[in-house]
C-alpha cells in the first residue's frame, strides 16, 4: 500500500476508537466483518473475525490467517469461538476463480500465476489488516487445507521469518525441497521465480535453519486416499505418493531430514473434509497463542 492509503485506514481506526461500541459502523467491523477489498488488487478480497475482547484503542491481537480450498471455503465458521477463547483476529483472504483465465479454478496455490504474486497479495492485505484493527502484523499464524495446505507450505519456504506456527492440511500436490526439480514440484528455481533478495527482508531462500525454528502442524483425514482430485504431472514417485495421507506423509519426512520437526495428525474416519480436521488445527494453536499471552 502507499502512504495516502495508509493514511486513510489509520484515519478510520481513530474515528472508530472514538465512537461507541454500539455504534452501527463499529459492531460492523467486529466479529465476522463485510467482504472487504484488497487495496492494492481489487480483484481479491478478504473477510475477518474480529473478537469482542478487540479495541481499535487497545493492545495489538494475534493474527491467524485461514487459506482457503479450491471450494474458496475458508472455514472461518469453526475458528469463532476459538478467536473469541484465544483473543486472536482471523483473516481469510479470497481469491476467485477465473482470474486472467477464466476457467482457472487453482490460481494461487503455487503463489504465483501468470503476473499475479499471491505471497505479496496476501502481505498486502494483512499491512490493510493491521491499518483497521489493532492486530501484531509482522509475525502470525498460518493454516490452510488442501489447496490451502499447498499455499501454505510454499509460502513457508518463503517466509518462516513471518510465522509464528503453520499447519498444513491434506495438500494435494507438494513442493519437496528438492534441488533437482523446479518450481512447484521443487526448489531448483525458487529464487530465481520470487527474487527473494529484491523483496523487504528478503534473502536467499529456502532457508531451512529458520524454518526449523517454526512449530509446524500437519493433518489429513485417514480416509483423504482419493486420486479423483490429485494432480499428479511427474509421476507418483516424484510426487510424494499415491495419495493425500502418502504426499503428506512424504513432505514431513522430507522435512525432518534437514531438521524441521513436526506434528502429523491422521484424523481417523475422516475423509478429505476441511471442517472436520479443525480441532487437531486448534489444539496445535491453543499452547502457541497461550504463550503469546502469558
Request: proline share 6%; glycine share 8%; aromatic share 8%.
Amino acid at each position: 500500500m502507499n502512504k495516502d492509503q495508509i493514511k486513510t485506514l489509520q484515519a478510520w481506526r481513530d474515528r472508530l476508537t472514538r465512537m461507541p461500541k454500539e455504534k452501527l459502523e463499529v459492531r460492523i467491523m467486529t466479529g465476522k466483518t463485510p467482504v472487504v477489498a484488497c487495496v492494492i488488487d481489487q480483484r481479491f478480497s478478504f473477510t475477518a473475525y474480529v473478537p469482542k475482547c478487540h479495541s481499535f484503542e487497545g493492545p495489538e491481537l494475534p493474527l491467524l490467517v485461514l487459506i482457503h480450498g479450491a471450494a474458496r471455503d475458508p472455514h472461518l465458521g469453526t475458528m469463532v469461538d476459538f478467536a473469541e477463547k484465544c483473543g486472536c483476529v482471523v483473516l481469510a483472504p479470497s481469491f476467485p476463480c477465473g482470474i486472467i483465465d477464466i476457467t482457472d479454478l487453482y490460481n494461487y496455490k503455487a503463489l504465483i500465476y501468470h503476473d499475479i504474486r499471491f505471497d505479496l497479495i496476501l502481505l498486502s492485505m494483512i499491512e490493510q489488516v493491521s491499518c483497521i484493527w489493532r492486530v501484531r502484523k509482522d509475525k502470525f499464524f498460518m493454516h490452510g487445507f488442501s489447496a490451502g495446505g499447498q499455499f501454505c507450505h510454499r509460502f513457508f519456504y518463503l517466509y518462516p521469518q513471518l510465522l509464528l506456527g503453520v499447519s498444513i492440511g491434506a495438500p494435494g500436490s507438494i513442493t519437496l525441497p528438492r534441488a533437482d526439480r523446479p518450481w512447484p514440484e521443487g526448489i531448483s528455481d525458487i529464487n530465481e521465480i520470487f527474487d527473494m533478495q529484491n523483496q523487504p527482508g528478503g534473502g536467499h531462500v529456502p532457508d531451512f535453519a529458520a524454518m526449523a525454528e517454526v512449530p509446524v502442524h500437519f493433518v489429513v483425514g485417514e480416509r483423504d486416499t482419493g486420486k479423483s482430485a490429485l494432480e499428479d504431472k511427474v509421476g507418483p514417485e516424484a510426487a510424494g505418493g499415491r495419495n493425500r495421507v502418502e504426499r503428506i506423509t512424504a513432505l514431513r519426512d522430507a522435512w525432518k531430514e534437514l531438521g524441521i520437526n513436526s506434528v502429523l495428525d491422521i484424523v481417523p474416519g475422516v475423509g478429505h473434509e476441511g471442517g472436520k480436521v479443525a480441532l487437531q488445527v486448534q489444539t496445535f494453536l491453543l499452547p502457541l497463542l497461550e504463550s503469546m499471552a502469558r
